[in-house]
C-alpha cells in the first residue's frame, strides 16, 4: 500500500514539474513516509494537514501551489471521502442564519493582535488595488477610495457597509467623504476594536446577519464577505441589498470569483480557515441578480491579490515573535500554508476578484467606468 500511494503520488506531482525530493524552490522534501498515503487518501486536505504536523517541507510555497493548480491536480486528486461533504453541501444550506455566525467565531475571531500585525495600518482584510501603489498601506487606500469614487459618494451619503471588518472602510468613508455608515460584523472582537477605531464619527458598528436587515440606504458595499454566502443563500442576498438600496442607489460587491461553479470551497481551507465558505461563478452571480439589478461594471483585478498576499505573509513572518505565545507552532505553519497556497491560486489565475457595480434600474446615460 506504502510503495503504491508513493508511486501514484510521486507521479501526479511530476505532472506539474514538481518532484519529491528534488531541489527547485517548488519541490517538495518529504519528511514522513505516512505523507503518501495521507494524501492519497485525502487529497487537498491531507496535503494541509500534513504539512501543519511537519510530514513535508517546501523552500516556496507560494510557487508548489501556482504548479499545482495550473496543472489542475485538485481535480486530479479526489478522494472518495469528500462525496460526503460534496452532497451535504448540495442538500443542506451550510451558511443557513443559525449558522452565520460560525465564521466569526472561527476565523475572525483568532485574534486582533494577529490581525493587527499581519493588515494595513487601516486593517482592511481584502486585496488591495496596486496600480498607482507600491506598499500595502497604499494600496489599501487606493482600494478602499477606489470603492467611494465607483458609487459616487458624498457628504451625508448613508451606507451600509455588510461584513464591515474592522470598520476600514466605514472610517474611511466617514472621514474622508463625509458618508454615514452602518456596519454589519458576525465577529465579536471585529466589532469590539471597529468600535472604538470609528469612536467619534458617523459610523454604526452591529454584530448582525446581512437577512436582519430591513432599512433604506443610499449606497451599499460589500468588501470580501460574499465567500461566506454560500450558493443556496445568493439570491437571498441580492433580495435583501435590492430591498434595502434606495432606486438611485449603487450596491458593489467586491469578492473572490472562480471560473467554473462549486458547491464549497477547498477541504483543507473548509476545516481549518474559513469555515462554510465558497466562492462564486460568473454564472451564480447572474442568475442571484437576474431580475434585480442592472450590471453597471465589472472589474477584475485578481492579479492584484498576489501582492496583497504576499504583503500580509510577509508581515505575519516578521511579527510572528511578538504573538507567538499566543499560539504554537502547529498555528505558525497552518498560517503560513493558508495565505502562501491563497496565492498560487491568484498567481495561477485558476481565482479572480472582481468589483461588481449593480444599480436598481440602470444609470440614467449610463455608468461611466473608474479606475
Not at 459618494?153 to 474592522?166: N, P, Q, S, T, Y
Not at 448582525?208 to 443610499?218: A, C, I
Not at 460589500?222 to 443556496?232: A, D, I, P, Q, R
Request: proline letters at 2%; charged letters at 25%; hydrophobic letters at 40%.
Amino acid at each position: 500500500m506504502f510503495q503504491s500511494s508513493k508511486n501514484y503520488i510521486t507521479e501526479v506531482f511530476a505532472t506539474a514539474d514538481i518532484k519529491v525530493g528534488g531541489n527547485r524552490p517548488w519541490d517538495i522534501k518529504v519528511l514522513d513516509n505516512r505523507f503518501y498515503h495521507r494524501v492519497f487518501g485525502q487529497g487537498s486536505l491531507g496535503l494541509g494537514e500534513s504539512y501543519m504536523d511537519g510530514w513535508w517541507n517546501c523552500e516556496s510555497l507560494d510557487q508548489l501551489f501556482d504548479h499545482l493548480i495550473r496543472a489542475e491536480l485538485q481535480n486530479k486528486v479526489q478522494p472518495w471521502r469528500l462525496i460526503g461533504p460534496i452532497l451535504l453541501s448540495i442538500f443542506y444550506n451550510r451558511q443557513n442564519k443559525r449558522r452565520a455566525f460560525n465564521i466569526g467565531d472561527a476565523h475572525y475571531d483568532t485574534g486582533n493582535e494577529l490581525y493587527e500585525r499581519m493588515l494595513d495600518k487601516r486593517m482592511v482584510y481584502t486585496c488591495g488595488y496596486w496600480r498607482d501603489a507600491d506598499n500595502l498601506n497604499d494600496a489599501q487606500e487606493a482600494k478602499l477610495n477606489l470603492v467611494c469614487r465607483k458609487i459616487g459618494l458624498k457628504a451625508g451619503d448613508r451606507i451600509l457597509d455588510i461584513g464591515c471588518g474592522w470598520g476600514s472602510f466605514a472610517k474611511f468613508a466617514a472621514e474622508k467623504y463625509g458618508a454615514v455608515v452602518v456596519g454589519l460584523t458576525v465577529s465579536k472582537e471585529q466589532a469590539k476594536l471597529a468600535r472604538k477605531l470609528c469612536e467619534g464619527l458617523p459610523v454604526e458598528i452591529r454584530l448582525q446577519d446581512y437577512r436582519d436587515v430591513n432599512e433604506e440606504f443610499d449606497h451599499i458595499i460589500s468588501l470580501g464577505m460574499f465567500e461566506h454566502v454560500g450558493y443556496k443563500n445568493y439570491r437571498m442576498y441580492m433580495k435583501v441589498v435590492a430591498r434595502c438600496l434606495k432606486d438611485g442607489g449603487l450596491f458593489l460587491l467586491h469578492t473572490i470569483g472562480s471560473e467554473v461553479s462549486q458547491h464549497m470551497g477547498d477541504p483543507w481551507l473548509d476545516k481549518y480557515i474559513f469555515p462554510d465558505g465558497m466562492v462564486p461563478s460568473i454564472a451564480q452571480i447572474g442568475k442571484a441578480i437576474e431580475g434585480l439589478f442592472v450590471m453597471e461594471d465589472w472589474h477584475n483585478f485578481g492579479s492584484d491579490y498576489d501582492k496583497t498576499l504576499l504583503a500580509w505573509y510577509y508581515n505575519f513572518v516578521e511579527h510572528w515573535s511578538e504573538i507567538k505565545d499566543q499560539y504554537d507552532e502547529r498555528f505558525y505553519r497552518m498560517w503560513k500554508y493558508y495565505l502562501l497556497c491563497c496565492i498560487g491560486g491568484f498567481r495561477s489565475r485558476h481565482v479572480q476578484l472582481w468589483q461588481i457595480v449593480l444599480s436598481k434600474h440602470g444609470v440614467e446615460k449610463g455608468y461611466s467606468r473608474i479606475s
